[in-house]
Each structure stands twice: as C-alpha cells, then as structure tokens.
T-cell receptor, first 113, second 115 residues
Framework: NAGVTQTPKFRILKIGQSMTLQCAQD?????MYWYRQDPGMGLKLIYY???????DKGEVPNGYNVSRSTTEDFPLRLELAAPSQTSVYFC????????????FGPGTRLTVL | DAKTTQPPSMDCAEGRAANLPCNHS???????VYWYRQIHSQGPQYIIH???NNETNEMASLIITEDRKSSTLILPHATLRDTAVYYC????????????????FGKGTLLTVNP
C-alpha cells in the first residue's frame, strides 16, 4: 500500500491565483482530513469527510473548498490565494472518525507571494 | 478534549531510553491518550494509544498513571532517527460523532537524540 499520497510536494503561488492540492489514499478509509501547519505551530483542521459525497468544515475552512467524489480522493481547492495561506498542508485518513488512528501524507509546502 | 501539558524540549543519548512525560489532569473517563510524532518536514506518525492499562508495541511503551492524570511515552532504545516533535493528545476514541473528528495538536516536545 502506498498509504496517503499528496501532490505536489512544493508550490509557489502568486496572490489571487488558485490551485488544487491532491490527496489520495489506498487503504479504503472512509474518513479523510485536511490540516494546515504554520511554522512552529500545531496542526489545524481545515475540512474533513466521512465518506464519498459528504464533507464538513473544520476549524479554519475560510478560503478553501473540498470535494469527495470517490473514497480514494479528497482534493483541497484554494481560491484567490492569500499570503496567510502560506503553510504546510497535510492530508490524513482513518478507518473510523477522529478517534481512530489517522495516517498522514507527506505534506504539500505552499508559499503565497 | 482534555488539555495536555508537555515539556517543550528534551535530550536523550543514543541507545538510552527516552521518557517523554505528559500531564492531562482533566482527562475524562472515556478519553484515550494518543501519541504521535512528527519528524522534521514529514507528516505526523501514529505511535501508540491507551486508556488506562499500560501499552506496548513495536515502537514504544505507554505508561499511564493509576489516576490517569499523566502518562509517559517510553522509547526503549532511542536512535538518531527518533529525533522529532512528540505530541500527546487526549481524546475520545472510536467512531464517535459530533466534534470528535479532529486531532488537536499542541506544540509537543522536541526530542533530540544525541550521538
């Protein structure tokens, strides 16, 4: 199993540009999550999904959108990128919701200039 | 979720046991103690979790005090690759609904294993 994969690894955006961060898992997990981690800080939940077609907001959803058309994929869309969205983005998945072990991808390092 | 308190940093000699403490004095009866770690620039990695009994797996041991107000993660033979930030997280386990969907990561403990 590849586990949780994320692309791209690095990206630089200009203010106002848009992009989609890709996340895929091959563990047949129902639950998937997007977190962001600012320098020297812990992770904050952006969005999560409990299954295909079902998503919900986390702590810091503003400026982001998600979709979950399949069990495997959970892309994160940034519209009108802002410098405040400079961060490392981690995707995670779990069999159960929240309390079960979450498996994380390697992250996408995004810089907005 | 109950709040946790960890020392900001610790050092350990390679080959020795690393003992990482965590205080969680407001833990509830149905909350588990989880440990994750994050090696520099990588995604967090699950280590171990427990409710009230001590737990051991191939990575580490978890010792939870009888009153469950504190716990210690033990890496029995630390290596240089164990240098990472270790997070102690207290939360309800299992398929619970409502707001129990996220892991709350604090600042953790930076463990530095020295040669």
């Amino acid at each position: 199993n590849a586990g949780v994969t994320q692309t791209p690894k690095f990206r630089i955006l200009k203010i106002g540009q848009s992009m989609t961060l890709q996340c895929a898992q091959d563990m047949n997990h129902n639950y998937m999550y997007w977190y962001r981690q600012d320098p020297g800080m812990g992770l904050k939940l952006i969005y999560y999904s409990v299954g295909a077609g079902i998503t919900d907001k986390g702590e810091v959803p503003n400026g982001y959108n998600v979709s979950r058309s399949t069990t495997e994929d959970f892309p994160l869309r940034l519209e009108l990128a802002a410098p405040s969205q400079t961060s490392v983005y981690f995707c995670a998945s779990s069999y159960g919701l929240g309390g079960d072990t979450q498996y994380f991808g390697p992250g996408t390092r995004l810089t907005v200039l | 979720d109950a709040k946790t308190t960890q020392p900001p940093s610790m050092d350990c000699a390679e080959g020795r046991a690393a003992n990482l403490p965590c205080n969680h004095s407001t833990i509830s009866g149905n909350e588990y103690v989880y440990w994750y770690r994050q090696i520099h620039s990588q995604g967090p990695q699950y280590i171990i979790h427990g409710l009230k009994n001590n737990e051991t797996n191939e990575m580490a041991s978890l010792i939870i005090t009888e009153d469950r107000k504190s716990s210690t993660l033990i890496l029995p033979h630390a290596t240089l690759r164990d240098t990472a930030v270790y997070y102690c997280i207290v939360r309800v386990a299992g398929n619970s609904g409502g707001s129990n969907y996220k892991l709350t990561f604090g600042k953790g403990t930076l463990l530095t294993v020295n040669p």
